[in-house]
């Protein structure tokens, strides 16, 4: 049996303790109003089991009995069962929430005869948060974002944020978000109530400095940018991320955000808010050219963040702020208010511990902000966000943070499908509860398979992360080499495409390692229970477009190279023409049909993220992937690559 994320102290007695048919689950008279809730969700786990559960709150005799006691730190628990009973204790009812969580584990693993064990446990960081892009691309369904939480919960998660730009329903600003399926302030109040059910704090997040594409691209309220253009750029997915930086200089441009703040703040029982304030890369490199010469860039920075951290904190909240830009002087975190948080985040799967060091020497409150390595992939890099996530829970325990924050973002349209991030959730989840005790890449997707998929062979997890490294020609490349096409021209496209040539040609052994991991995971599918066998869906269709994709800059790069190649990404085929024009038509008829194979599996794409997502952003997708089945029946079949 496995338990995630693995407790500090679990002990096993012999013996055995057999569920009851008619569970009585007794809330002691030290627990508060909250356990109820919690005590619900063992409920509904007992149910699924076979039993059929009540709960009562008195001092009569029970199966399983809840209490607090103080003596304990508040998310310490301790779970004892015995032949006789079940008898979780908390410091506090979070405490008891993870006692629970803990328990149904056991439960959903050992059916009605649960093993009597002893486990005692607490986490190494008190907040233990998840960041969800639901901007750039995605906007959840309610329905996923229900699913989430409760997936945190079970995993001992107990901050959740959403980032936000333009995908909320802001009163008064609708051509911000005309065009878009925004979330409601009724969706939100919702959300929040149904977070703080699984004990789980759902903290706002609102961009509101940099990254404004939509904001400062409106005709209303483009003249708040920091340079003179904004709003007559042609969209791309780079060009969103790399402009769009409020001007600090303009009163009315600060008081617009204000305006945004008040009206988001208000649907959130937190008392904390993430401001963002991160990646202004235009700052003072437009209206505030001349300021930022005799003031200095970071003096803009502070000071503009100052007064944003000084309207949170008049609004009775915390203020949180990304760590990136404040990283290049350090010296003038002391100025920040000495409540506000730094989100010191750092991705690579070596990143360093240099960012939490400094931020440690200068005081200010910091939490550590790994992510879970989905941006621009198919199917998110698993063991990179493993090597990543298990280093900064590290630093974050050396240098004293206070909180972890382990981050999914959106880039480039957020083409992986939610799902796919589960894995790096639960490896958050377990490294910042537990580090010690973190199991080793392989050790741990194995015990995912069991605990979160159900899978007895112990493979699913690893063959995703497998088939997460087969990418020749990824998404990423393919969004990239799109925008730079019409401006750049045939010879930079081409410049471009060579210093990929070493990856892009490894796409035929790439496409066979591809086709190993859809047989394997198919054959998980005889060892999870047919419940989660719709989990294998989503993978084998991104796996389908890894493959598509892979072949498509393949295709490219030997057409426009004029090296030749209709050799599909298939190595063991060998093509052997008699001359040029049969070559010729060989690559003809292969751009043809790979192009129809990229819209019939858009058309499933489509369909899928349908289930979970709004239309949100669905459009620039498509439009990624209509360009490339054009491009491949015009410029490679016809081969018009000087047109």
Same mark, same amino acid.
């Given at each position: 049996?496995?338990?995630?994320?693995?407790?500090?102290?679990?002990?096993?007695?012999?013996?055995?303790?057999?569920?009851?048919?008619?569970?009585?689950?007794?809330?002691?008279?030290?627990?508060?109003?909250?356990?109820?809730?919690?005590?619900?969700?063992?409920?509904?786990?007992?149910?699924?089991?076979?039993?059929?559960?009540?709960?009562?709150?008195?001092?009569?005799?029970?199966?399983?009995?809840?209490?607090?006691?103080?003596?304990?730190?508040?998310?310490?628990?301790?779970?004892?069962?015995?032949?006789?009973?079940?008898?979780?204790?908390?410091?506090?009812?979070?405490?008891?929430?993870?006692?629970?969580?803990?328990?149904?584990?056991?439960?959903?693993?050992?059916?009605?005869?649960?093993?009597?064990?002893?486990?005692?446990?607490?986490?190494?960081?008190?907040?233990?948060?998840?960041?969800?892009?639901?901007?750039?691309?995605?906007?959840?369904?309610?329905?996923?974002?229900?699913?989430?939480?409760?997936?945190?919960?079970?995993?001992?998660?107990?901050?959740?944020?959403?980032?936000?730009?333009?995908?909320?329903?802001?009163?008064?600003?609708?051509?911000?978000?005309?065009?878009?399926?925004?979330?409601?302030?009724?969706?939100?109040?919702?959300?929040?109530?149904?977070?703080?059910?699984?004990?789980?704090?759902?903290?706002?997040?609102?961009?509101?400095?940099?990254?404004?594409?939509?904001?400062?691209?409106?005709?209303?309220?483009?003249?708040?940018?920091?340079?003179?253009?904004?709003?007559?750029?042609?969209?791309?997915?780079?060009?969103?991320?790399?402009?769009?930086?409020?001007?600090?200089?303009?009163?009315?441009?600060?008081?617009?955000?204000?305006?945004?703040?008040?009206?988001?703040?208000?649907?959130?029982?937190?008392?904390?808010?993430?401001?963002?304030?991160?990646?202004?890369?235009?700052?003072?490199?437009?209206?505030?050219?001349?300021?930022?010469?005799?003031?200095?860039?970071?003096?803009?920075?502070?000071?503009?963040?100052?007064?944003?951290?000084?309207?949170?904190?008049?609004?009775?909240?915390?203020?949180?702020?990304?760590?990136?830009?404040?990283?290049?002087?350090?010296?003038?975190?002391?100025?920040?208010?000495?409540?506000?948080?730094?989100?010191?985040?750092?991705?690579?799967?070596?990143?360093?511990?240099?960012?939490?060091?400094?931020?440690?020497?200068?005081?200010?409150?910091?939490?550590?902000?790994?992510?879970?390595?989905?941006?621009?992939?198919?199917?998110?890099?698993?063991?990179?966000?493993?090597?990543?996530?298990?280093?900064?829970?590290?630093?974050?325990?050396? @240098?004293?943070?206070?909180?972890?924050?382990?981050?999914?973002?959106?880039?480039?349209?957020?083409?992986?499908?939610?799902?796919?991030?589960?894995?790096?959730?639960?490896?958050?989840?377990?490294?910042?509860?537990?580090?010690?005790?973190?199991?080793?890449?392989?050790?741990?997707?194995?015990?995912?398979?069991?605990?979160?998929?159900?899978?007895?062979?112990?493979?699913?997890?690893?063959?995703?992360?497998?088939?997460?490294?087969?990418?020749?020609?990824?998404?990423?490349?393919?969004?990239?080499?799109?925008?730079?096409?019409?401006?750049?021209?045939?010879?930079?496209? @081409?410049?471009?495409?060579?210093?990929?040539?070493?990856?892009?040609?490894?796409?035929?052994?790439?496409?066979?390692?591809?086709?190993?991991?859809?047989?394997?995971?198919?054959?998980?599918?005889?060892?999870?229970?047919?419940?989660?066998?719709?989990?294998?869906?989503?993978?084998?269709?991104?796996?389908?477009?890894?493959?598509?994709?892979?072949?498509?800059?393949?295709?490219?790069?030997?057409?426009?190279?004029?090296?030749?190649?209709?050799?599909?990404?298939?190595?063991?085929?060998?093509?052997? @023409?008699?001359?040029?024009?049969?070559?010729?038509?060989?690559?003809?008829?292969?751009?043809?049909?790979?192009?129809?194979?990229?819209?019939?599996?858009?058309?499933?794409?489509?369909?899928?993220?349908?289930?979970?997502?709004?239309?949100?952003?669905?459009?620039?997708?498509?439009?990624?992937?209509?360009?490339?089945?054009?491009?491949?029946?015009?410029?490679?079949?016809?081969?018009?690559?000087?047109?």
């Amino acid at each position: 049996m496995y338990l995630l994320p693995v407790p500090r102290n679990v002990s096993y007695q012999e013996g055995e303790y057999a569920l009851p048919y008619d569970l009585q689950i007794v809330m002691e008279p030290s627990c508060e109003r909250q356990v109820y809730e919690y005590a619900l969700l063992l409920k509904e786990t007992a149910d699924a089991c076979g039993s059929r559960g009540t709960v009562r709150r008195d001092g009569g005799r029970g199966s399983v009995r809840l209490a607090i006691d103080s003596a304990l730190a508040a998310q310490q628990y301790h779970l004892k069962i015995n032949e006789k009973g079940i008898k979780l204790t908390g410091g506090s009812s979070q405490g008891i929430l993870y006692a629970i969580q803990t328990l149904r584990q056991i439960i959903r693993q050992s059916g009605m005869l649960l093993p009597c064990m002893t486990v005692d446990d607490w986490p190494d960081y008190e907040a233990r948060g998840f960041y969800h892009d639901v901007t750039r691309g995605r906007i959840p369904k309610m329905d996923w974002l229900y699913r989430l939480a409760d997936t945190l919960s079970y995993y001992k998660v107990n901050q959740l944020q959403l980032y936000i730009e333009h995908s909320f329903l802001f009163q008064g600003m609708s051509e911000l978000w005309r065009d878009d399926t925004p979330l409601t302030a009724e969706d939100i109040m919702e959300f929040d109530r149904y977070c703080a059910k699984r004990g789980i704090e759902l903290v706002p997040s609102l961009s509101t400095f940099g990254h404004l594409y939509k904001l400062l691209s409106t005709k209303q309220y483009r003249g708040y940018c920091e340079l003179a253009d904004a709003g007559e750029q042609s969209f791309g997915f780079k060009q969103r991320m790399d402009h769009h930086t409020v001007n600090v200089s303009d009163d009315g441009a600060f008081s617009l955000i204000c305006t945004m703040i008040s009206q988001f703040l208000p649907l959130f029982t937190s008392r904390r808010f993430n401001i963002c304030a991160d990646e202004t890369f235009d700052l003072g490199k437009g209206k505030n050219r001349k300021r930022a010469d005799q003031e200095g860039k970071d003096r803009l920075y502070i000071d503009y963040v100052k007064k944003l951290c000084a309207f949170i904190l008049d609004q009775g909240s915390t203020p949180m702020l990304w760590g990136d830009v404040l990283l290049g002087f350090p010296e003038l975190a002391s100025e920040l208010p000495k409540e506000a948080i730094c989100l010191n985040w750092g991705y690579a799967p070596d990143q360093s511990e240099d960012s939490t060091r400094i931020y440690a020497g200068t005081g200010v409150r910091q939490y550590v902000c790994p992510g879970v390595g989905g941006w621009n992939q198919f199917v998110n890099l698993q063991r990179s966000a493993y090597e990543n996530i298990s280093r900064m829970s590290r630093y974050g325990i050396t @240098y004293g943070c206070e909180g972890f924050l382990n981050t999914d973002w959106g880039d480039f349209g957020h083409i992986n499908h939610p799902a796919f991030s589960i894995p790096g959730m639960i490896c958050g989840a377990a490294a910042s509860w537990n580090r010690e005790a973190l199991p080793e890449y392989d050790k741990l997707n194995a015990q995912i398979s069991a605990v979160e998929y159900a899978d007895s062979s112990e493979r699913f997890t690893g063959i995703t992360g497998l088939l997460s490294e087969q990418d020749s020609f990824g998404w990423h490349d393919a969004v990239f080499l799109k925008e730079i096409w019409e401006p750049a021209g045939r010879q930079t496209v @081409y410049d471009e495409l060579a210093k990929l040539k070493n990856k892009i040609e490894t796409a035929p052994e790439k496409c066979e390692k591809i086709k190993a991991c859809i047989r394997d995971l198919k054959a998980c599918t005889r060892t999870m229970p047919q419940e989660k066998r719709a989990e294998v869906y989503p993978y084998l269709l991104a796996a389908d477009g890894m493959q598509i994709f892979n072949t498509i800059g393949l295709l490219i790069w030997k057409s426009l190279s004029e090296v030749g190649g209709a050799e599909s990404c298939t190595p063991k085929e060998e093509h052997h @023409y008699s001359n040029p024009n049969e070559r010729l038509q060989a690559l003809r008829q292969k751009a043809y049909d790979t192009a129809a194979e990229l819209e019939e599996w858009y058309y499933h794409y489509r369909m899928l993220w349908g289930s979970v997502s709004r239309e949100s952003e669905l459009y620039r997708i498509g439009e990624v992937i209509f360009w490339y089945a054009d491009m491949l029946r015009e410029r490679v079949a016809e081969n018009t690559w000087n047109a």
